[in-house]
């Protein structure tokens, strides 16, 4: 009897065991996208628009850390069609990036599921379309990851969580700018900003009490400032990172970036301006919204609250206050500073320069001297089935040339659990913008002129940012370390989409020769085939 005791004690015990491991999975959310045209007048002009579920901007994508996410979008447009993930990592899973090097577009008429989770991450994101210049027209929303209820947020809880997407707009329809940038021209200067898909919107909140504002700019090419008139605005999260609180006046929020603000409503009950303008551009546009008390009885007046007068210099310094909080946690309950990665020696330096060349007579954006040109099958699928013929391993150089500019697939291999120093030089007089997928990155350094090692005696290497889009000033360099944890096919690009699209990108090859489901996930059974691929597809 004691035997038997024992063994259905055994046995109770595997049966709990089983049912935890069970109720322990991270939830599932499922969603439907449709993606289609609309007309709408944005800057008083009817032109056409991408909708998400007849939304512009699209749904909001709220989310908690590790989420599964099981979302079907239907591409009802009249081209081919991807949304990537802007920050979120795709841990082991670059097959739901959504970028041209990673997926097949979505045909006309056709839907993909994407399956992923934010894993292991909290933070102010976006979706877009990467395709084309779908991002011009719209197809842009929201993605918030939230922290997990047992985990501690270094804040607070806020009255009210409100997002904000700022970015330039063009009145000129998305294919018409297409045409322009494929005649080999530059695009023109914007014809307005918009904060969520309008000239103005109003925030509303109750005196005495704190609102989260997330930021983020969506726009194609140009850096914008943010303001609150008469409010203090407290930086408490940038990119998936809790930072050092520090308060401003006003914020520089450089394309493809997202940061988080805290702002107490601490003023006399009136309304007040929200301001959004451009940096760095001869003409200044503007953009303003409205903070509404709710016991205001007195609309918005006096004069709109100006931009820093001051250029890049200004921004620089502002950049450099942005420090990473190491006693706090992130996603997980260790506290951020527990990484010490300003102990770790980089195992090499790619150093990587943006130049504008003109390529058979058009007008190209390149790095390393190579131009990207996208082959009709994705990097990662030619990879996987080992293609041949769609890219090659020495395709483009660790560090400038005196090549001169061509047209290349350029693709920089790597190895998993490598620690690289990646330096973007920018001998251009224009703001530059860098983004790489899969990954966070720390942000340790930023200097004026040509990068050498001596630079890196002015590297932050205790309390640097991780982010996963950096600012690089004109005729100045910035410095990264990324440690290469997440195996996969990844887009480095230029967050400044006309730059992108004439070629300012490549793919960041993180490869273990050995297959492990330990390191990356099968290729997705629902995965589309196109280009090379499209003859292993089965019958």
């Not at 056709?110 to 779908?134: A, E, M, V």
């Not at 997407?165 to 695009?187: E, M, N, P, V």
Request: proline residues 6%.
């Amino acid at each position: 009897m004691g035997k038997l005791a024992l063994l259905h004690l055994l046995c109770g015990i595997l049966i709990f065991w089983a049912v935890s491991v069970i109720k322990a999975e991270d939830p599932y959310k499922y969603f439907t996208w449709t993606a289609t045209y609309g007309m709408a007048s944005l800057l008083g002009t009817p032109q056409q628009v991408i909708l998400i579920n007849g939304q512009f901007p699209g749904p909001r994508l709220d989310l908690v850390t590790n989420d599964n996410i099981v979302l079907n979008l239907i591409n009802k447009l009249d081209e081919p069609l991807l949304l990537t993930w802007n920050g979120i990592k795709q841990r082991k899973n670059s097959w739901q990036d959504g970028v041209l090097g990673t997926n097949c577009p979505i045909p006309p008429n056709r839907n993909y599921i994407y399956k992923f989770q934010p894993k292991d991450q909290i933070g102010s994101y976006t979706y877009f379309p990467s395709t084309q210049l779908h991002r011009a027209a719209g197809g842009f929303g929201v993605l918030n990851v939230y922290a997990r209820s047992v985990i501690p947020v270094p804040y607070a809880k806020p009255a009210g969580d409100f997002s904000l997407l700022i970015g330039d707009w063009y009145k000129t329809s998305h294919k018409a700018l297409r045409q322009i940038l494929d005649s080999g021209k530059s695009l023109p200067f914007p014809d307005g900003l918009l904060i969520n898909g309008q000239k103005q919107s109003t925030f509303t909140g109750d005196q005495g009490k704190t609102y989260m504002f997330r930021i983020s700019n969506v726009g194609l090419k140009t850096t914008i400032n943010f303001r609150i008139q008469g409010h203090k605005m407290k930086l408490v999260e940038v990119e998936g990172s809790h930072v050092i609180q520090n308060l401003y006046d006003s914020f520089d929020v450089h394309v493809g970036q997202s940061l988080s603000i805290l702002v107490t409503l601490d003023q006399s009950p009136k309304d007040y301006y929200i301001v959004a303008s451009t940096r760095f551009t001869t003409t200044v546009l503007t953009s303003t919204s409205v903070l509404h008390y709710t016991n205001s009885q007195t609309p918005v007046s006096g004069p709109v609250p100006a931009g820093p007068v001051n250029q890049f210099q200004w921004s620089l310094m502002q950049a450099r206050t942005i420090r990473w909080n190491l006693t706090s946690n992130a996603a997980r309950p260790n506290p951020q500073g527990s990484f010490h990665y300003g102990k770790i020696t980089p195992s090499r330096t790619i150093l990587l320069a943006n130049s504008a060349p003109l390529i058979n007579g058009k007008q190209r954006y390149a790095v390393n001297g190579i131009s990207y040109i996208h082959p009709d099958t994705p990097l990662k699928l030619a990879d996987h089935f080992n293609i041949p013929g769609v890219f090659t391993l020495d395709s483009i150089r660790s560090a400038p040339t005196a090549d001169s500019p061509h047209l290349a697939t350029a693709v920089l291999p790597s190895s998993l659990h490598e620690f690289l120093e990646i330096v973007f030089q920018n001998n251009e007089d224009t703001m530059q913008s860098w983004h790489l997928d899969g990954y966070d990155f720390w942000v340790v350094g930023f200097g004026s002129g040509t990068w050498t090692q001596a630079s890196r005696k002015g590297y932050n290497l205790v309390d640097a940012l991780t982010r996963h889009t950096t600012q690089v000033y004109p005729k100045s360099w910035t410095a990264i370390f990324v440690s290469l944890d997440n195996q996969g096919m990844w887009n480095l690009r230029s967050a400044m989409w006309d730059r992108q699209y004439l070629g300012q990108q490549a793919y960041l090859r993180v490869y273990n020769p050995t297959s492990s489901l330990a390191n990356e996930y099968d290729i997705p059974t629902n995965a589309l085939l196109c280009g090379k691929a499209d003859a292993l597809r089965h019958p």
